[in-house]
């Protein structure tokens, strides 16, 4: 069993409005996809719709990174993490 690291989530604001406000939060944790577990026990289905799409995929208007890196770049939700680990919550951006 991996170690269980202490990590601290970063919210951007659209989803701070399904976690009573909450812009950030620790949790336990030995990879990304244990955080978003964590994550929807403590707040709930409105945040389980905020990162997962209807085929139960991460949402594509929505960036996770570790520490500054994009999980697209690490092994996504098997990412595995430390203690005193950043992950960021962030809209995805798009323009033309």
Do not use: C, H, W
């Not at 909450?22 to 929807?40: C, F, M, N, P, Q």
């Amino acid at each position: 069993m991996s170690k269980l690291a202490k990590v601290k989530v970063v919210f951007p604001s659209v989803i701070a409005s399904v976690t009573a406000g909450e812009k950030e939060t620790e949790v336990s944790a030995s990879t990304l996809g244990e955080v978003i577990d964590r994550l929807v026990a403590k707040y709930g289905d409105a945040l389980k719709q905020r990162i997962f799409d209807s085929s139960g995929n991460l949402s594509k208007f929505l960036n996770f990174y570790v520490n500054g890196k994009n999980i697209s770049f690490l092994k996504q939700l098997e990412t595995q993490l430390n203690d005193g680990d950043k992950v960021l919550i962030l809209p995805t951006v798009s323009g033309g």
